[in-house]
């Protein structure tokens, strides 16, 4: 017998739009949180009462409109590949899963408008195929959606030339906001600070204006060295070498690519490594670079087979750790932000206090038209409070961390927040949307007599 909030659900999405199956229910409920061995056992019993599958903006309308007068909490969904139990209800309610909101409705010379749940994959291979490519992408772009990267990504591959998403790799968007008659806002410029990396928490994304630019040809070439400091100096000067166009640049410290078992043969026993996509006709000045400091050319993958096989960012960003807990759980990850200019001191000081505790993994990205050091190091995991004390140590010698083993946004997060604080009490006004992931202060709460 279908409960009231269920009926109305149904009258608008169909019966194929309201999903209460268990399976379904956890499937569509979980995430990649398991990443975070503090995350696991907290969210492991989360889940949604029910999965609801608009498949128009008309319908996406509809459904936050009852969810507010039901007071049903709503947390949203692309493809539910991000780290930190964002897309995991933390109270219940419906998981609103985007995926097929998927239309590309314009492509021109310098932008893609698309609707929120199109696969990133699926739109760099339209994009490739029209001599276009994707400015910035998560590793995990063949299943990830634009939407979910806006709302809970940060950067990627081609973050070393682009930036990050706050770096003018969005250019507008479409969002809807959870109240009595949703509005559909249409936003642009500074204001779009209070929706990205937002989780969901104060409004809705339908639709995406992403720049794009002219298709390059980008080979794929790892370098190895006998050591981390070697393969991550050469790694900086490739960063900032402007005349080698290039998408990746992730030097790993070995055994990190020894977990890597689809590309091992090709790899050197022992070698740290650097992991690059960088633009056909480069190879000549990647080898100056790699002579440098005692770096040797190994795999290399030509553009003709550029995503037509495994590529080697199936090993970078957040790929990285995923093939290290698959060859031992015990491991986890943090995401550390490095000194663009102190990094090598840094990186020695930390492994003289954790030696293997800590294997350094870099990703080269510009940030703020900055060449800036990011980083998703490997950790040992022993006990939570080890996890943190290694945080702080990272901290005291001035290495920046947006810890992933929390959910909360004011946490672990990044972005605007006050920003997102001030358009979450316009537009989330019973605070329903991704419950628990953006806290509004307290007293505020306190003020209005809320007892969350
Ligand atoms: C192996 C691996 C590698 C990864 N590599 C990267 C990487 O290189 N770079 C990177 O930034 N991240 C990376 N991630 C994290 C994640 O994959 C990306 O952030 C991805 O873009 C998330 O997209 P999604 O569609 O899966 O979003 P989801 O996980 O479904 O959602 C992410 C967040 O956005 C919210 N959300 C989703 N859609 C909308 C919408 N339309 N409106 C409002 N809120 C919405 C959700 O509520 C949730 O809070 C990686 C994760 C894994 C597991």
């Known amino acids: 017998m279908q409960t009231n909030w269920q009926r109305g659900m149904t009258e608008i999405v169909g019966e194929g739009g309201l999903l209460l199956g268990d399976e379904q229910r956890e499937k569509l409920s979980k995430d990649y949180y398991w990443y975070s061995p503090v995350l696991e056992p907290l969210l492991r019993d989360k889940r949604a009462d029910g999965i609801v599958v608009p498949e128009s903006e008309?319908?996406?309308?509809?459904?936050l409109a009852i969810a507010y007068r039901q007071?049903?909490?709503?947390?949203?969904r692309g493809a539910g590949t991000g780290n930190y139990g964002q897309a995991v209800p933390l109270h219940g309610g419906i998981v609103?899963?985007?995926?097929?909101?998927?239309?590309?409705?314009?492509?021109?010379?310098?932008?893609?408008?698309?609707q929120a749940g199109v696969r990133l994959g699926a739109l760099e291979k339209k994009l490739r195929e029209e001599g276009r490519e994707?400015?910035?992408?998560?590793?995990?772009?063949?299943?990830?959606?634009?939407?979910?990267?806006?709302c809970g990504g940060s950067g990627g591959i081609g973050s070393i030339t682009w930036g990050n998403l706050w770096d003018g790799n969005v250019r507008e968007a479409v969002v809807y906001t959870l109240e009595e008659k949703p509005r559909r806002l249409v936003v642009g410029g500074s204001e779009l600070l209070a929706y990205i990396h937002n989780y969901g928490t104060n409004g809705i994304l339908a639709e995406l204006t992403l720049p794009i630019s002219p298709k390059v040809e980008w080979r794929q070439t790892v370098v190895q060295f006998d050591d981390i400091e070697s393969a991550c100096s050469f790694a900086h000067s490739v960063a900032m070498d402007d005349s080698i166009r290039k998408r990746l640049v992730t030097p790993v410290e070995w055994p990190i690519p020894s977990y890597f078992k689809p590309i091992l043969k090709q790899l050197e026993e022992g070698a740290s490594a650097c992991l690059l996509e960088t633009e056909e006709g480069t190879h000549g000045k990647l080898a100056e670079h790699a002579a440098l400091f005692g770096g040797r050319i190994g795999h290399v993958i030509p553009s003709a087979q550029y995503h037509r096989t495994v590529g080697l960012s199936d090993f970078a960003w957040n790929h990285t750790t995923l093939w290290a807990l698959k060859a031992d759980p015990s491991l986890t990850y943090l995401q550390a932000g490095f000194h663009p200019a102190e990094f090598l001191s840094q990186i020695k000081k930390i492994k003289q206090a954790?030696?293997?505790?800590?294997?350094?993994?870099?990703?080269?990205?510009?940030?703020a038209g900055v060449v800036t050091p990011a980083s998703l190091p490997i950790v040992r995991y022993t006990s939570h409070e080890r996890l943190y004390e290694i945080i702080a140590y990272f901290r005291s010698i001035g290495v920046g961390i947006n810890d992933p083993h929390t959910w909360m946004l004011e946490m672990g997060g990044r972005g605007e927040l006050e920003a997102m604080l001030e358009a979450k009490?316009?537009?989330?006004p019973r605070e329903l949307l991704n419950p628990g992931k953006l806290n509004v202060p307290v007293r505020e709460a306190a003020a209005r007599g809320d007892e969350r």
Request: net charge negative; hydrophobic share 40%; aromatic share 10%.
């Open 425 to 428: 009490r316009s537009n989330d």
């Open 354 to 367: 954790f030696g293997d505790e800590v294997l350094i993994h870099l990703e080269f990205i510009r940030s």
């Open 71 to 76: 007071s049903i909490p709503v947390t949203t």
């Open 58 to 63: 008309e319908q996406l309308a509809e459904v």
């Open 134 to 150: 994707l400015r910035i992408y998560p590793s995990t772009y063949m299943k990830a959606t634009a939407g979910g990267f806006v």
């Open 96 to 114: 609103l899963d985007m995926s097929r909101l998927d239309a590309v409705l314009e492509v021109t010379d310098d932008y893609a408008r698309v």
